[in-house]
C-alpha cells in the first residue's frame, strides 16, 4: 500500500483558496488519489479522485504533477463550513485492497 | 435518496456485554465496509463485504469482533466480551461494487462507549 504523507493542520481566513499537499512517494502505476473530507460528529465524504493531471468538480480541484509522487487538494474560496480534516489516499479500485486512511490534515477556517 | 444508516447512534455498554451494531447500506449498493475510528485518528478498517460474503476481514482485531451480512443488504458488527478498549465510533460504509471502493459513502456512525 502506497504509503501517504499530508500535513496534520493548516488554518486559513474566509475566502482564501486553500492548497493541501500529499506526498505520496511510492505510488503504483495503477493507483489512484482519492480525497475525502470529514466533519466533526460525521462519517467521511468522498470529495474528489483523479489519475493524473487536473480533475475538477463543484467541490475542489485536484492536481497531479507527471510523476504522480505528490498531489494537492484546493479549495477555492473557503468559509467557515470547510472546517473538517481531509484525508489522502492512494490505492487501486480493483481487488481487495481496503482504504487506508492516515490522520488527515485539519484545515480550520476563521472569520 | 437515502443515504448509509447506522443504528444505534449511540451505545453504552459494561464491560463484559455483547453488542450489535446495524447498518443500512444505500439501496443496491454490492460493497459494504466497516470501520472504527479513535479520538483524532483516521477511521480504521474492519471487514468488507461484497454482497453476502466477507471479501476481507483482515482488520477485525480478534475472535470477539463478527460481522454479518445474511441478505447481501444490511449488516450487522456483532462484538462479544466488550473491553474498554472497543470504545470507539464504528461507521460502515457502502460503494455501487468493489471496483468503486475508493468512492465509498460513510454513515454516521454509531458511538459505542464500554464502561
Known amino acids: 500500500l502506497a504509503k501517504t504523507t499530508q500535513p496534520i493542520s493548516m488554518d486559513s481566513y474566509e475566502g482564501q483558496e486553500v492548497n493541501i499537499t500529499c506526498s505520496h512517494n511510492?505510488?503504483?502505476?495503477?493507483?489512484?488519489i482519492t480525497w475525502y473530507q470529514q466533519f466533526p460528529s460525521q462519517g467521511p465524504r468522498f470529495i474528489i479522485q483523479g489519475y493524473k493531471t487536473k480533475v475538477t468538480n463543484e467541490v475542489a480541484s485536484l492536481f497531479i504533477p507527471a510523476d504522480r509522487k505528490s498531489s494537492t487538494l484546493s479549495l477555492p474560496r473557503v468559509s467557515l463550513s470547510d472546517t473538517a480534516v481531509y484525508y489522502c489516499?492512494?490505492?487501486?479500485?480493483?481487488?481487495?485492497?481496503?482504504?487506508?486512511f492516515g490522520k488527515g490534515t485539519r484545515l480550520s477556517v476563521i472569520a | 435518496g437515502a443515504g448509509v444508516s447506522q443504528t444505534p447512534s449511540n451505545k453504552v455498554t459494561e464491560k463484559g456485554k455483547y453488542v450489535e451494531l446495524r447498518c443500512d447500506p444505500i439501496?443496491?449498493?454490492?460493497?459494504l465496509y466497516w470501520y472504527r475510528q479513535s479520538l483524532g485518528q483516521g477511521p480504521e478498517f474492519l471487514i468488507y463485504?461484497?454482497?453476502?460474503?466477507?471479501?476481507?476481514d483482515s482488520g477485525l482485531p480478534n475472535d470477539r469482533f463478527f460481522a454479518v451480512r445474511p441478505e447481501g443488504s444490511v449488516s450487522t458488527l456483532k462484538i462479544q466480551r466488550t473491553e474498554r478498549g472497543d470504545s470507539a465510533v464504528y461507521l460502515c460504509?457502502?460503494?455501487?461494487?468493489?471496483?468503486?471502493?475508493?468512492?465509498?459513502?460513510f454513515g454516521p456512525g454509531t458511538r459505542l462507549t464500554v464502561t
Open positions: 463485504f461484497q454482497g453476502t460474503g466477507a471479501a476481507d
Open positions: 439501496s443496491g449498493h454490492t460493497a
Open positions: 489516499l492512494v490505492g487501486g479500485n480493483s481487488g481487495n485492497t481496503p482504504l487506508v
Open positions: 460504509a457502502s460503494s455501487l461494487t468493489g471496483d468503486r471502493r475508493y468512492e465509498q459513502y
Open positions: 511510492n505510488i503504483a502505476t495503477n493507483d489512484y
